[in-house]
């Protein structure tokens, strides 16, 4: 299988392009205000617009309200929502049923322990993410460049895709896949040159150094 790759925390017309062009699977838009790379729903409308098969786009959310999934449903058609808080399994459910987009749930790890929380959600989400976990220090969870211990997870029998998430960047994306198995990549941090700017030279080398280009 080829591995797929999201650029995540796209926030401009140029880098959505050059992550279509350079083979991207799929780019996630942060609606959270907190983070570096936010959009608002205007820029979502707009952004997701140019957003087109075999290309996905992922609108990333933290605890969401219903109202606001209303506007989101209302502004945009986004193929996947990614849930980056504190969501319980039960609340990921509501928010499978009010919305009916297919829905990524994001999990933090940091030791072994972390780990069955991943089968809390395997039967409500199609894809699960996993990320370092965030220290308690009211910093967003996700786009802080920093990697888990990616050796818990080794031999871990996921019952759904997953995707690895979390400091990847070039010099150890290869590493990353051979220690873990993920065959669903996500960067954001990694292919910056500053947040919410993504590099075309970045993302053109994590993508091809994934799919062997670049060795």
């Given at each position: 299988?080829?591995?797929l790759?999201?650029?995540?925390?796209?926030?401009?017309?140029?880098?959505?392009?050059?992550?279509?062009?350079?083979?991207?699977?799929?780019?996630?838009?942060?609606?959270?205000?907190?983070?570096?790379?936010?959009?608002?729903?205007?820029?979502?409308?707009?952004?997701?617009?140019?957003?087109?098969?075999?290309?996905k786009?992922?609108?990333?959310?933290?605890?969401?309200?219903?109202?606001?999934?209303?506007?989101?449903?209302?502004?945009?058609?986004?193929?996947?929502?990614?849930?980056?808080?504190?969501?319980?399994?039960?609340?990921?459910?509501?928010?499978?049923?009010?919305?009916?987009?297919?829905?990524?749930?994001?999990?933090?790890?940091?030791?072994?322990?972390d780990?069955?929380?991943?089968?809390?959600?395997?039967?409500?989400?199609?894809?699960?993410?996993?990320?370092?976990?965030?220290?308690?220090?009211?910093?967003?969870k996700g786009?802080?460049?920093?990697?888990?211990?990616?050796?818990?997870?080794?031999?871990?029998?996921?019952?759904?895709?997953?995707?690895?998430?979390?400091?990847?960047?070039?010099?150890?994306?290869?590493?990353?896949?051979?220690?873990?198995?993920?065959?669903?990549?996500?960067?954001?941090?990694g292919?910056?040159?500053?947040?919410?700017?993504?590099?075309?030279?970045?993302?053109?080398?994590?993508?091809?150094?994934?799919?062997?280009?670049?060795?």
């Amino acid at each position: 299988m080829k591995h797929l790759i999201k650029i995540c925390g796209i926030t401009s017309e140029k880098d959505l392009k050059a992550a279509r062009k350079l083979g991207a699977n799929f780019v996630g838009f942060v609606l959270v205000e907190k983070s570096k790379r936010f959009i608002d729903l205007k820029k979502l409308e707009s952004l997701s617009m140019m957003v087109s098969k075999p290309l996905k786009s992922v609108a990333l959310l933290v605890d969401p309200s219903d109202d606001f999934l209303e506007k989101l449903l209302l502004c945009s058609k986004v193929d996947y929502i990614q849930l980056h808080g504190e969501e319980s399994p039960e609340r990921v459910d509501e928010i499978a049923k009010i919305t009916n987009i297919p829905l990524i749930k994001a999990i933090g790890v940091e030791k072994k322990s972390d780990l069955p929380n991943i089968r809390k959600y395997e039967s409500s989400v199609d894809y699960i993410l996993l990320d370092s976990k965030v220290k308690e220090t009211g910093h967003l969870k996700g786009g802080r460049g920093i990697s888990f211990n990616w050796n818990i997870i080794k031999g871990f029998n996921f019952k759904k895709p997953w995707f690895l998430a979390g400091g990847l960047n070039t010099n150890n994306v290869i590493d990353a896949v051979n220690i873990t198995g993920a065959k669903m990549l996500d960067v954001s941090t990694g292919v910056e040159t500053k947040p919410g700017e993504k590099s075309f030279d970045k993302m053109r080398e994590f993508i091809g150094r994934v799919n062997g280009e670049f060795i």
